[in-house]
DNA sequence: CTGTCCAATACTTTCTGACTATGGCCGTTT
DNA sequence: AAACGGCCATAGTCAGAAAGTATTGGACAG
């Protein structure tokens, strides 16, 4: 009896006894209500005790329930240092982490990555890169690094991609900008005057499929200004010298806003890349726990139909690898 | 990181340092060897630190994996003592597991599955009642048991099959008739002198499908002697009055041997049937874990193609419901 | 050499576990 | 009252984890 219950199922009966209600808690774990309250009652058949008193405000854990979280925490605790002596005993140190980012790349997505990894394994050290995702690929192709934060597509050899974010592109112009008083954009309000990008050297790839979305609906993009970095793009729109796409919910700068393009959905992933020889074992793990993170609150706010920066649909499901 | 280290996981760690070889220990836990071999392999990733040393002859735990085992065994120990207590505090008793089982079940099934019942539950008392097929499969539709041993097919309303065994069929015969010199009968060679059978209305629907089965084989099959137990089929054999189908493997009287039928492979299926709307909540448990023991040493021992008593297939999928 | 024993790898299959959607219950609000 | 909102439970579906099979490779022992 006692292998069905595991250290899990102990720990998420604790949370849900200290959250007060099943929704709560979920939520806290990243799980789904149903998810959690399956597995509550899963406890309670195999003791075949109820752990829960249920009202319509939530629960409260039974006497028997208070036993199990007392002693579940204290299994708990004893299994982390457990764990601590065992690798204390080898001296072993983790191989850092070696993990690039392009500066385009939503600084939140890189801060949960960063953050999961150190909660997963908190004694794993970081050492971040900032760098061109053209670079960045070359280096996890030479396992100069072991992971890195770009936006689709990109491709290498014995690379694998996994896509966390979608986010909407919208143009930014001035506050004062006359197209600024339309709630949305067309295409042909746009002209010529989208001619502010991102530095194509820094990601071929990227840069042409914008390109060629962007001839889809007739708007030749006139690379006047290329940028290395997100806020250098914007201090070029606050100049005046143009529009820039930028991310949807991007921070702004003081005087710019953003308006959504009428008729057409241009989106970015962002994905972390791996390398599939990396010998940083903690890669699965972390990929797993971001996607769990992420799957909850995924989906575009609903605006209009969807159609991606990048063409081919098998780009989604395999972005890249040669 | 201590979240991918569970107690199944140092379970099996012990099992293998224990054992020697992983191997070995595989077949102790009902595992192949690969899956324990990755669970360990798992555990070394996670933890960064190598838990045994391999060499041709097995495998020896480290100084690490030497704390692991020590701290894991006491993880476990404390586990089941929590369950104990909560389990203790709110004074339940397991209510009984009512198991019925026909008389022509393999007496070792049946013990296999008390004793993985037990092991499973250990403070829940299990109720034998034997009975004929027909009547344990309506005790169970009215809810009088909770599970039955019988032999397929076995159909009612809202019951649901779990086979768990399927034997070969041979002829019961005694040792001094002069068909016991040939390795194996042929139908023909039966004639008319397969006479001894079961009750026809312990399970009726058996009865039919067995009668179907020698039909094709141009046997008739006529019921002189009808009986309420395996051993009784065995004495009429003995007393003379004919030849007997019984589980190939049966114990068998002195006096007694059988042969197989060439040409036919006619099988026996035993199953676990319950109803789905039983209270007793550890079936699906002690269901699991029979599957899990008898995967690894199932199958029949090759003799000859392979053809059941039970003429469609559908049968061994869903053998019964209505 | 060849056979045996053990562990590791590659690939496939099964089944757990998590999700979405929905329904019922109970208070609170309009 | 009726409608709404918060909470938990159930049903049904699906992806991914875990287990299995088959095979390879290495290291002796005969």
């Not at 966390?164 to 309000?189: G, H, W, Y």
Request: hydrophobic content about 40%; proline content about 7%.
């Amino acid at each position: 009896m006692s292998d069905l219950v595991d250290l899990k199922k102990l720990k998420n009966l604790i949370a849900v006894a200290e959250a007060g209600t099943i929704s709560v808690a979920a939520k806290r774990l990243y799980l789904s209500q149903p998810s959690l309250s399956i597995q509550i009652k899963d406890l309670e058949d195999v003791l075949q005790v109820p752990l829960l008193v249920r009202d319509h405000k939530g629960v409260r854990a039974t006497p028997a329930a208070e036993i199990l979280i007392t002693g579940g925490r204290e299994l708990l605790t004893m299994r982390d240092a457990l764990i601590e002596a065992a690798r204390a005993l080898h001296r072993v140190t983790f191989v850092p982490m070696r993990l690039g980012f392009s500066s385009f790349v939503d600084h939140a997505l890189y801060e949960m990555v960063c953050s999961i990894h150190t909660s997963l394994f908190p004694s794993c050290e970081i050492k971040p890169k900032s760098g061109d995702p053209v670079d960045l690929l070359l280096m996890l192709e030479r396992g100069e690094i072991d992971a890195a934060l770009v936006t689709l597509p990109a491709s290498g050899a014995g690379l694998k991609a996994y896509p966390f974010t979608q986010s909407r592109l919208v143009v930014c112009m001035k506050s004062n900008d006359p197209l600024a008083k339309l709630k949305e954009i067309t295409p042909a309000d746009l002209g010529s005057k989208l001619t502010i990008f991102r530095d194509p050297r820094q990601h071929p790839e990227a840069h042409d499929r914008l390109i060629e979305m962007l001839d889809v609906v007739g708007i030749t993009g006139d690379v006047a200004s290329t940028n290395k970095t997100p806020h250098d793009l914007q201090w070029m729109v606050e100049s005046g010298s143009g529009y820039a796409l930028i991310r949807e919910g991007s921070e702004l700068q003081q005087g710019l806003v953003t308006r959504p393009v009428a008729g057409v959905t241009w989106t970015v992933d962002s994905a972390l890349i791996v390398a599939k020889s990396t010998s940083q074992r903690t890669m699965p793990h972390l990929v797993r726990e971001m996607r769990k993170r992420l799957r909850l609150q995924s989906s575009l706010p609903p605006s209009k139909p969807v159609r991606s920066v990048r063409p081919r649909i098998s780009d989604r499901i395999l972005p890249l690898f040669g």
